[in-house]
Nanobody, 121 residues
């Protein structure tokens, strides 16, 4: 199983970015997917999750109303649209598949390599 994340970069505060994560080696439509992030010297934290069908989503309070998670099962891809970015959103963003327990717990079977998002003030 491989998860390949992309789309990170440098953006000014108030700007937008869209992250993508492609899953290979599994049936994508069978997997619940999530995004986490980890800032320097901080623990990895939950950002958003989406169900297999895309009919259910969950967000961390810190990103509600600014971020949107979606998926394209035909493309084996999960997306994270990030709007109104703030400097505190700066982190390495990871995609993950197959939660072992609750969706917001960082206990997932499969992880991508991470993509860096830097938001300048």
């Amino acid at each position: 199983v491989q998860l390949q994340a992309s789309g990170g970069g440098l953006v000014q505060a108030g700007g937008s970015l869209r992250l993508s994560c492609v899953l290979s080696g599994r049936t994508f439509s069978s997997e619940n997917m999530a995004w986490f992030r980890q800032a320097p010297e901080k623990e990895r934290e939950f950002v958003a999750a989406i169900s297999r069908s895309g009919g259910y989503t969950s967000y961390a309070d810190s990103v509600k109303g600014r971020f949107a998670v979606s998926r394209g099962n035909a493309k084996n891809t999960v997306y994270l649209q990030m709007n109104s970015l703030k400097p505190e959103d700066t982190a390495v963003y990871y995609c993950a598949a197959r939660p072992r327990s609750g969706w917001s717990s960082p206990e997932y079977d499969f992880w991508g390599q991470g993509t860096l998002v830097t938001v300048s003030s």
